[in-house]
Nanobody, 117 residues
Framework: QVQLEESGGGLVQAGGSLRLSCAAS????????IGWFRQAPGKEREFVAS??????NYADSVKGRFTIYSDNVKNTLYLQMNSLKPEDTAIYYC????????????WGQGTQVTVSS
């Protein structure tokens, strides 16, 4: 049973930085697509970034500010968030789309990021 646990959220002022972590147990990331999503109050969950091997994708809203990377030895996914804006406020979730599957089948419980203006 794969489990994901996010950490690193918190309260930060606009322009600040945070690094989110997502530790996985029960499965290695090596061939899967792993990513970050977020959900702001009153809005639907949206894609933020994903990575599989050298293939990285970002939402337009975070390009140039956020960096996704993984440590396959630690089986941990990271999201470095710089130049944070109030509109980045949301619960951030990590997720895994196992190799060969179309759906993001495994989700963490999320970590709250709040950016004050």
């Amino acid at each position: 049973q794969v489990q994901l646990e996010e950490s690193g959220g918190g309260l930060v002022q606009a322009g600040g930085s945070l690094r989110l972590s997502c530790a996985a147990s029960g499965r290695t990331f090596s061939s899967d697509t792993i990513g970050w999503f977020r959900q702001a109050p009153g809005k639907e969950r949206e894609f933020v970034a994903s990575i599989r091997w050298h293939i990285i994708n970002y939402a337009d809203s975070v390009k140039g500010r956020f960096t996704i990377y993984s440590d396959n030895v630690k089986n941990t996914l990271y999201l470095q968030m710089n130049s944070l804006k109030p509109e980045d406020t949301a619960i951030y979730y990590c997720a895994v789309r196992p190799v060969g599957q179309d759906q993001w089948g495994v989700w963490g419980q999320g970590t709250q990021v709040t950016v004050s203006s």
